[in-house]
Protein backbone atom coordinates (compact mmCIF):
# COMPACT_ATOMS: atom_id res chain seq x y z
CA UNK A 1 0.00 0.00 0.00
CA UNK A 2 2.98 2.67 1.06
CA UNK A 3 4.57 1.94 -3.01
CA UNK A 4 1.01 2.73 -4.13
CA UNK A 5 1.08 5.85 -1.95
CA UNK A 6 4.31 6.77 -2.83
CA UNK A 7 3.62 5.71 -6.57
CA UNK A 8 0.42 8.60 -6.35
CA UNK A 9 2.62 11.56 -5.03
CA UNK A 10 5.36 10.89 -7.87
CA UNK A 11 2.74 10.93 -10.44
CA UNK A 12 1.53 14.32 -8.70
CA UNK A 13 4.94 16.65 -9.45
CA UNK A 14 4.67 16.56 -13.07
CA UNK A 15 1.20 17.37 -12.93
CA UNK A 16 2.31 20.24 -10.34
CA UNK A 17 4.58 21.54 -12.53
CA UNK A 18 2.20 22.05 -15.26
CA UNK A 19 -0.84 23.82 -13.73
CA UNK A 20 2.30 26.12 -12.05
CA UNK A 21 3.71 26.89 -15.71
CA UNK A 22 0.08 27.21 -16.91
CA UNK A 23 -0.73 29.52 -14.43
CA UNK A 24 2.69 31.25 -14.02
CA UNK A 25 2.51 32.08 -17.78
CA UNK A 26 -0.69 33.12 -18.15
CA UNK A 27 -0.49 35.60 -14.53
CA UNK A 28 3.24 36.72 -16.44
CA UNK A 29 1.08 37.72 -19.85
CA UNK A 30 -1.63 39.97 -17.63
CA UNK A 31 1.03 43.05 -18.23
CA UNK A 32 0.79 43.54 -14.61
CA UNK A 33 3.85 44.90 -13.14
CA UNK A 34 4.27 43.59 -9.21
CA UNK A 35 6.98 46.80 -8.19
CA UNK A 36 4.14 49.57 -8.87
CA UNK A 37 1.68 47.48 -6.86
CA UNK A 38 3.90 46.73 -4.14
CA UNK A 39 4.75 50.11 -4.57
CA UNK A 40 2.07 52.67 -4.80
CA UNK A 41 0.84 55.38 -7.44
CA UNK A 42 3.86 57.43 -5.64
CA UNK A 43 6.53 55.25 -6.59
CA UNK A 44 9.38 56.42 -8.55
CA UNK A 45 10.98 55.29 -11.62
CA UNK A 46 14.17 54.56 -9.82
CA UNK A 47 12.51 53.13 -6.95
CA UNK A 48 10.44 50.32 -9.35
CA UNK A 49 13.51 49.75 -11.24
CA UNK A 50 15.45 48.91 -7.94
CA UNK A 51 12.68 46.92 -6.64
CA UNK A 52 12.78 45.03 -10.09
CA UNK A 53 16.32 43.93 -9.48
CA UNK A 54 15.49 42.71 -6.09
CA UNK A 55 12.72 40.49 -6.93
CA UNK A 56 14.34 39.31 -10.14
CA UNK A 57 11.00 40.74 -12.30
CA UNK A 58 13.68 41.32 -15.45
CA UNK A 59 15.03 37.97 -15.60
CA UNK A 60 13.47 35.56 -18.14
CA UNK A 61 10.25 33.79 -17.97
CA UNK A 62 11.82 30.25 -17.28
CA UNK A 63 14.70 31.49 -14.64
CA UNK A 64 11.60 33.19 -12.69
CA UNK A 65 9.96 29.85 -13.20
CA UNK A 66 12.31 27.57 -11.96
CA UNK A 67 13.27 29.53 -9.31
CA UNK A 68 9.49 29.69 -7.72
CA UNK A 69 9.84 25.99 -7.90
CA UNK A 70 13.20 26.09 -5.99
CA UNK A 71 11.45 28.21 -3.53
CA UNK A 72 8.39 26.28 -3.61
CA UNK A 73 10.67 22.96 -2.39
CA UNK A 74 11.79 24.90 0.76
CA UNK A 75 7.98 25.86 1.26
CA UNK A 76 8.04 29.50 0.12
CA UNK A 77 5.16 30.36 -1.85
CA UNK A 78 6.29 34.20 -1.68
CA UNK A 79 5.28 37.34 -0.32
CA UNK A 80 1.75 38.78 -1.12
CA UNK A 81 2.06 42.12 -2.45
CA UNK A 82 -1.35 43.33 -1.07
CA UNK A 83 -0.40 42.33 2.50
CA UNK A 84 2.94 42.32 2.73
CA UNK A 85 3.36 38.89 4.18
CA UNK A 86 4.00 35.46 3.67
CA UNK A 87 1.48 34.08 1.25
CA UNK A 88 2.15 30.50 3.45
CA UNK A 89 0.65 32.15 6.40
CA UNK A 90 -2.22 33.85 4.78
CA UNK A 91 -3.49 30.56 3.19
CA UNK A 92 -2.63 29.15 6.44
CA UNK A 93 -5.07 31.40 8.15
CA UNK A 94 -7.75 30.31 5.95
CA UNK A 95 -7.42 26.72 4.88
CA UNK A 96 -9.43 25.95 8.46
CA UNK A 97 -12.07 28.09 7.09
CA UNK A 98 -12.30 26.47 3.90
CA UNK A 99 -12.33 23.32 5.42
CA UNK A 100 -14.91 23.81 7.95
CA UNK A 101 -17.32 24.74 5.13
CA UNK A 102 -15.89 21.99 2.70
CA UNK A 103 -16.81 19.53 5.38
CA UNK A 104 -19.93 20.46 6.48
CA UNK A 105 -20.49 20.33 2.81
CA UNK A 106 -19.55 16.77 2.35
CA UNK A 107 -21.24 15.81 5.77
CA UNK A 108 -24.90 17.29 4.17
CA UNK A 109 -23.95 15.60 1.19
CA UNK A 110 -23.57 11.97 2.68
CA UNK A 111 -26.44 12.24 5.17
CA UNK A 112 -28.98 13.52 2.50
CA UNK A 113 -27.72 12.07 -0.77
CA UNK A 114 -27.00 8.65 0.12
CA UNK A 115 -30.27 7.58 1.64
CA UNK A 116 -31.91 9.68 -0.79
CA UNK A 117 -31.01 7.68 -3.64
CA UNK A 118 -30.91 4.00 -1.35
CA UNK A 119 -34.77 5.07 -0.75
CA UNK A 120 -35.43 6.50 -4.27
CA UNK A 121 -33.90 2.76 -5.81
CA UNK A 122 -35.68 0.55 -3.27
CA UNK A 123 -38.84 2.59 -3.92
CA UNK A 124 -38.36 2.73 -7.74
CA UNK A 125 -41.25 4.47 -9.46
CA UNK A 126 -43.04 5.55 -6.32
CA UNK A 127 -43.87 9.29 -5.52
CA UNK A 128 -40.81 9.55 -3.64
CA UNK A 129 -38.48 8.25 -6.34
CA UNK A 130 -40.23 10.85 -8.61
CA UNK A 131 -39.70 13.99 -6.04
CA UNK A 132 -36.44 12.75 -5.34
CA UNK A 133 -35.22 12.80 -9.23
CA UNK A 134 -37.44 16.14 -9.55
CA UNK A 135 -34.62 17.09 -6.55
CA UNK A 136 -31.96 16.22 -7.75
CA UNK A 137 -32.30 17.79 -11.43
CA UNK A 138 -32.43 21.31 -9.64
CA UNK A 139 -29.96 20.34 -7.44
CA UNK A 140 -27.47 20.07 -10.63
CA UNK A 141 -28.46 22.33 -12.51
CA UNK A 142 -28.89 25.53 -9.87
CA UNK A 143 -26.24 28.08 -9.79
CA UNK A 144 -24.85 28.04 -6.17
CA UNK A 145 -24.67 31.77 -6.04
CA UNK A 146 -28.31 31.63 -7.49
CA UNK A 147 -29.14 29.53 -4.34
CA UNK A 148 -27.45 31.22 -2.20
CA UNK A 149 -29.00 34.64 -2.44
CA UNK A 150 -32.23 33.14 -2.79
CA UNK A 151 -31.36 31.18 0.79
CA UNK A 152 -30.30 34.98 2.14
CA UNK A 153 -33.11 36.59 1.02
CA UNK A 154 -35.47 34.13 2.50
CA UNK A 155 -33.96 32.75 5.64
CA UNK A 156 -31.72 35.96 6.28
CA UNK A 157 -33.46 39.20 5.40
CA UNK A 158 -37.57 38.12 5.68
CA UNK A 159 -37.20 35.38 8.36
CA UNK A 160 -33.87 36.45 10.00
CA UNK A 161 -33.13 33.14 11.45
CA UNK A 162 -29.43 32.81 10.32
CA UNK A 163 -26.64 35.42 9.65
CA UNK A 164 -26.50 36.71 5.94
CA UNK A 165 -23.02 36.65 5.68
CA UNK A 166 -19.50 36.65 7.93
CA UNK A 167 -18.43 33.71 10.01
CA UNK A 168 -19.99 33.08 13.34
CA UNK A 169 -17.32 33.29 16.63
CA UNK A 170 -18.43 30.66 19.26
CA UNK A 171 -19.98 27.41 18.81
CA UNK A 172 -23.05 28.52 18.49
CA UNK A 173 -22.50 31.48 16.24
CA UNK A 174 -20.69 29.28 14.06
CA UNK A 175 -23.15 26.88 13.55
CA UNK A 176 -25.74 29.36 12.50
CA UNK A 177 -23.32 31.37 9.98
CA UNK A 178 -22.42 28.10 8.60
CA UNK A 179 -25.82 26.50 7.41
CA UNK A 180 -26.48 28.76 4.79
CA UNK A 181 -23.17 28.60 2.68
CA UNK A 182 -23.07 24.62 3.83
CA UNK A 183 -26.45 23.78 2.21
CA UNK A 184 -25.68 26.27 -0.80
CA UNK A 185 -22.18 24.54 -1.34
CA UNK A 186 -23.79 20.79 -0.52
CA UNK A 187 -26.84 20.86 -2.85
CA UNK A 188 -25.25 20.59 -6.30
CA UNK A 189 -22.83 17.13 -4.81
CA UNK A 190 -26.33 16.10 -2.50
CA UNK A 191 -28.19 15.30 -6.27
CA UNK A 192 -24.61 13.86 -7.71
CA UNK A 193 -24.36 11.47 -4.92
CA UNK A 194 -28.27 10.74 -4.78
CA UNK A 195 -28.16 9.83 -8.53
CA UNK A 196 -25.34 7.79 -8.23
CA UNK A 197 -26.29 5.77 -5.27
CA UNK A 198 -29.76 5.14 -7.22
CA UNK A 199 -27.99 3.95 -10.23
CA UNK A 200 -25.56 1.56 -8.04
CA UNK A 201 -28.38 0.35 -6.01
CA UNK A 202 -30.67 -0.82 -8.84
CA UNK A 203 -27.59 -2.86 -9.96
CA UNK A 204 -27.32 -4.25 -7.00
CA UNK A 205 -30.83 -4.64 -6.34
CA UNK A 206 -31.15 -7.78 -9.01
CA UNK A 207 -28.02 -9.28 -8.03
CA UNK A 208 -28.73 -12.95 -7.55
CA UNK A 209 -26.99 -12.76 -3.90
CA UNK A 210 -29.87 -10.60 -2.93
CA UNK A 211 -32.36 -13.29 -3.62
CA UNK A 212 -29.81 -15.77 -2.25
CA UNK A 213 -29.79 -13.87 1.13
CA UNK A 214 -33.72 -13.23 1.19
CA UNK A 215 -34.24 -17.17 0.74
CA UNK A 216 -32.11 -17.97 3.75
CA UNK A 217 -34.56 -15.44 5.82
CA UNK A 218 -32.03 -12.59 5.88
CA UNK A 219 -33.79 -9.61 7.37
CA UNK A 220 -34.17 -6.70 5.08
CA UNK A 221 -32.43 -4.27 6.71
CA UNK A 222 -29.52 -6.16 6.45
CA UNK A 223 -30.00 -7.26 3.67
CA UNK A 224 -30.19 -3.25 2.33
CA UNK A 225 -26.87 -2.43 4.49
CA UNK A 226 -24.77 -5.22 4.15
CA UNK A 227 -25.32 -6.42 1.28
CA UNK A 228 -27.07 -3.85 -0.79
CA UNK A 229 -25.53 -0.66 0.13
CA UNK A 230 -22.15 -2.24 0.78
CA UNK A 231 -21.75 -3.86 -3.04
CA UNK A 232 -22.61 -0.12 -4.38
CA UNK A 233 -20.94 1.89 -2.58
CA UNK A 234 -17.89 1.70 -4.75
CA UNK A 235 -19.00 4.64 -7.46
CA UNK A 236 -20.65 6.58 -4.61
CA UNK A 237 -17.31 6.97 -2.38
CA UNK A 238 -15.54 8.01 -5.83
CA UNK A 239 -18.53 10.51 -6.13
CA UNK A 240 -17.89 11.81 -2.61
CA UNK A 241 -14.45 11.96 -2.80
CA UNK A 242 -14.12 14.19 -5.82
CA UNK A 243 -17.01 16.47 -4.29
CA UNK A 244 -15.17 17.01 -1.52
CA UNK A 245 -11.83 17.87 -3.38
CA UNK A 246 -13.83 20.13 -5.57
CA UNK A 247 -15.48 21.88 -2.46
CA UNK A 248 -12.05 22.58 -1.11
CA UNK A 249 -11.04 24.56 -4.60
CA UNK A 250 -14.74 25.38 -5.99
CA UNK A 251 -16.19 27.75 -2.86
CA UNK A 252 -15.18 30.60 -4.69
CA UNK A 253 -18.70 31.70 -5.58
CA UNK A 254 -20.32 30.69 -1.76
CA UNK A 255 -17.56 32.22 0.14
CA UNK A 256 -17.97 35.43 -1.88
CA UNK A 257 -21.59 35.40 -1.68
CA UNK A 258 -21.75 34.61 2.20
CA UNK A 259 -18.47 36.93 2.94
CA UNK A 260 -16.59 33.43 4.45
CA UNK A 261 -13.01 33.98 5.32
CA UNK A 262 -11.35 31.29 3.50
CA UNK A 263 -9.66 30.75 0.24
CA UNK A 264 -12.27 30.83 -2.53
CA UNK A 265 -12.81 34.20 -1.16
CA UNK A 266 -8.91 34.68 -0.76
CA UNK A 267 -8.10 34.04 -4.36
CA UNK A 268 -11.06 36.43 -5.44
CA UNK A 269 -9.39 39.25 -3.96
CA UNK A 270 -6.04 38.29 -5.18
CA UNK A 271 -7.24 37.84 -8.71
CA UNK A 272 -9.11 41.48 -8.54
CA UNK A 273 -5.81 43.14 -7.04
CA UNK A 274 -3.57 41.49 -9.23
CA UNK A 275 -1.41 39.37 -6.74
CA UNK A 276 0.16 36.71 -8.53
CA UNK A 277 2.00 34.99 -5.28
CA UNK A 278 -1.10 34.39 -4.15
CA UNK A 279 -3.25 33.02 -6.79
CA UNK A 280 0.18 30.48 -7.26
CA UNK A 281 0.32 29.96 -3.85
CA UNK A 282 -3.67 29.11 -3.89
CA UNK A 283 -3.25 26.64 -7.19
CA UNK A 284 -0.68 24.73 -5.60
CA UNK A 285 -1.91 24.28 -2.13
CA UNK A 286 -5.63 23.62 -3.59
CA UNK A 287 -4.36 20.92 -6.29
CA UNK A 288 -2.13 19.21 -3.77
CA UNK A 289 -4.95 19.11 -1.56
CA UNK A 290 -7.27 17.78 -4.18
CA UNK A 291 -4.98 15.12 -5.14
CA UNK A 292 -4.40 13.73 -1.62
CA UNK A 293 -8.50 13.24 -0.95
CA UNK A 294 -8.91 11.44 -4.08
CA UNK A 295 -5.69 9.44 -3.07
CA UNK A 296 -7.37 8.88 0.83
CA UNK A 297 -10.52 8.20 -1.67
CA UNK A 298 -8.51 5.27 -3.70
CA UNK A 299 -7.16 4.01 0.09
CA UNK A 300 -10.72 3.66 0.99
CA UNK A 301 -11.84 1.32 -1.98
CA UNK A 302 -10.01 -1.18 0.00
CA UNK A 303 -11.58 -1.50 2.85
CA UNK A 304 -15.06 -1.23 0.84
CA UNK A 305 -14.06 -4.00 -1.49
CA UNK A 306 -11.63 -6.68 -0.43
CA UNK A 307 -10.87 -7.45 -3.94
CA UNK A 308 -9.44 -3.74 -4.33
CA UNK A 309 -6.41 -4.94 -2.10
CA UNK A 310 -5.98 -7.87 -3.69
CA UNK A 311 -5.22 -6.06 -6.60
CA UNK A 312 -3.10 -3.45 -5.15
CA UNK A 313 -0.77 -6.58 -3.68
CA UNK A 314 -0.54 -8.35 -7.06
CA UNK A 315 0.19 -4.84 -8.40
CA UNK A 316 3.30 -4.36 -6.05
CA UNK A 317 1.16 -1.75 -3.97
CA UNK A 318 1.71 -3.57 -0.33
CA UNK A 319 3.61 -6.42 1.43
Not at 117 to 131: E, L, P, R, T, Y
Amino acid sequence: MWKYILKRFAMLIPVMMGTILVVFFIMDQSNVDPAKIMLGDAATAENIAHLHKQLGLDDPFFVRYFRYLGNLLHGDLGISYTYKTSVAGQIASRLPNTAILAGSGVFLTVIIGIPLGVISAKHQFSIFDNVSTVFTLFGAAAPAFWVGLVLVMVFSQHLHLFPASGMGRGTVGLLKSLILPAITLSLSGTANVARTTRSSMLEVIRADYIDTARAKGTDERTITLRHMLRNALIPVTTVVGLNFGVLLGGSVLTETVFAWPGIGRYVIESIKSQDIPSVLGCVVVLSILFTVVNLFVDILYAYIDPRIKAQYKSAGGSK
